[in-house]
């Protein structure tokens, strides 16, 4: 037989082949395998490979599939974002603080795919806590584009973007506390969502700021992610902020025309410093909406211009607060050269932490300190609400908005590292969705120079089918989700 083409297998080609007996589970995860070990010297997009493991959840998938109990997401490889936890399988953060920290339980997502029969490659590259957009802020090392090896794979979830462009899974999951799902899936061609936020829970997601982080799929095509959101999406006890509802299917919202769906164009997401090649193939695929019989209408929402300032302000505020638990005594690294309990306190987050952490964390604490904490924290919650109130408006006008994900292709690795606000930049057109607290989705619309482009749509809180169904009439129009790099 020949070995299966896991670069291009979606898991809804996977359910497939596997149902039929083509394949069985135990050889497509050493396809993949096989393929991580041939390409994965040169990408580096994961922080841990879990061979053993994954051909034992296969064997098992396997026994599954033949006594008729298949799910769809059963005996499908896939790979999971290095901050989600995975019991008895080291779970870092790309940071030095938790390289050894091996967790005594599963996130809720993991425990959902396992229990789908799912098959864990391993764990995925991040810029270290989730902080950054290029993965070039890990702690181990930073991930490469499939796409141009000279350049990032966007971030924080470079890893998993970078490992589905490449074959290195069939799908896996970020988390996006400000673009991190779908700004690398833009840069490395494939499809990333951030659903609403309380869709996914959070329990086991290792927190970097609570009010904003989601879990979503990063996929090779709106199917899949439809399936996997299908699979991990559903209230938790264990996390107070998940919403109660009943998960729908969402693929069953997949249809191919949009026919009186209301697209609003706003305006202040076509800013000055938009890449000429970016915008031409946003507007591009604009037009292609309006042959499938989409109303489009240019609008604008004012206060995205303060969204970039109240995120910086807000995210490393909760940040600051999150990682105060790294403290060398209930569990991640401690230094062991010190003299005092104070002492061992501060080598320890120092020798923890990489400088972008210990940034956040100094911006998070001055925002938050007696003196300014009116002025910038309460003052950003303000703002969070206009922002918040202004896009619920533009929902009342609007089915789903339309923008870039991205202002940039991607750039070379370096060119940003010396400059924060620079790098910061790169998440201006996706952060306004968690701040809100809607959904957002990324799906390929071109590529420029040899580097793929994505496009992202918003909708309303809870409107995660009516943004599968736009994604999908269009990715089905086009031909942007078929073209893999070549590696
Ligand atoms: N790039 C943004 C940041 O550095 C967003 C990161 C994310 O979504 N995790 O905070």
């Known amino acids: ?232 999406a559903g209230h938790d006890p264990a996390d107070s902020t998940s919403i109660r509802f009943d998960v729908p299917d969402y693929a069953a919202a997949l249809k191919k025309d949009l026919s009186g769906l209301r697209i609003g164009v706003p305006e202040e997401y076509f800013i000055e410093g938009l890449e000429k090649g970016v915008e031409g193939a946003v507007r591009q695929a604009i037009d292609v909406l309006k042959d499938l019989g989409a109303e489009i209408q240019e609008t604008s929402l004012p206060h995205t211009g303060y969204a970039l300032a109240v995120y910086y302000i807000l995210a490393p505020s909760e940040a600051s607060a999150n990682l105060a638990r790294y403290d060398g005594v209930k569990y991640g690294y401690a230094a062991q050269d010190a003299g005092s309990m104070w002492d061992a306190l501060e080598k320890t987050r120092q020798q923890g932490f990489g400088p972008e952490v210990k940034r956040r964390i100094m911006l998070g604490t001055y925002a938050l300190s007696a003196g300014y904490h009116d002025a910038y924290y309460i003052k950003a919650q303000k703002v969070r609400t206009l922002i918040r109130q202004e896009l619920q408006e533009a929902f009342t006008r609007f089915d789903a908005l339309v923008m870039p994900t991205s202002p940039s292709v991607a750039f070379r690795l370096g060119d940003k590292m010396d400059d924060p606000v620079q790098m910061y930049l790169n998440d201006i057109l996706t952060m306004p969705a968690n701040i809100a607290g809607i959904p957002g989705i990324s799906v390929p619309c071109g590529v420029v120079d040899g580097l793929p482009v994505g496009l992202q749509f918003m909708a309303n809180a809870m409107g995660e089918e009516t943004l599968l169904r736009v994604a999908y009439a269009y990715e089905q129009a086009t031909q942007w989700h078929t073209l893999r790099p070549n590696l």
């Not at 994965?40 to 490979?49: G, H, L, N, Q, S």
């Not at 779908?182 to 061609?189: E, H, K, S």
């Not at 990063?218 to 991990?232: F, N, P, R, Y």
Request: glycine share 10%; with cysteine; proline share 5%.
């Open 1 to 232: 037989m020949q070995p299966p083409d896991v670069v291009h297998m979606t898991a809804h080609e996977a359910r497939g082949l596997l149902d039929r007996g083509e394949v069985s589970s135990v050889e497509l995860t050493q396809a993949v395998l096989d393929r991580i070990h041939e390409v994965e010297d040169k990408v580096k997009a994961f922080v841990t490979v879990t061979d053993e493991l994954a051909l034992e959840q296969a064997r098992r998938a396997d026994e599954r599939i033949a006594s008729g109990d298949a799910q769809p997401l059963t005996g499908v490889p896939m790979q999971l974002k290095d901050n989600m936890c995975t019991r008895g399988v080291a779970t870092t953060c790309s940071s030095r603080m938790l390289q050894n920290f091996v967790p005594t339980y599963s996130a809720t997502v993991t425990r959902r795919l396992y229990e789908q029969g799912a098959v864990l490659m391993g764990k995925g590259n991040l810029d270290e806590f989730a902080m950054g957009s290029s993965t070039e802020n890990s702690g181990f090392f930073p991930t490469r584009n499939p796409w141009d090896l000279e350049r990032v794979p966007g971030g924080s979830s470079g890893g998993p973007a970078a490992a589905v462009a490449a074959g290195e899974c069939v799908y896996s999951l970020g988390s996006d506390t400000g673009g991190s799902v779908r700004q690398p899936a833009a840069l490395c061609g494939v499809v990333g969502m951030k659903p609403t936020y309380g869709v996914v829970s959070r329990y086991g997601l290792v927190a970097f700021a609570s009010s904003l982080d989601q879990i979503g799929p990063i996929t090779k095509d709106v199917t899949d992610c439809a399936i996997v959101l299908s699979a991990v």
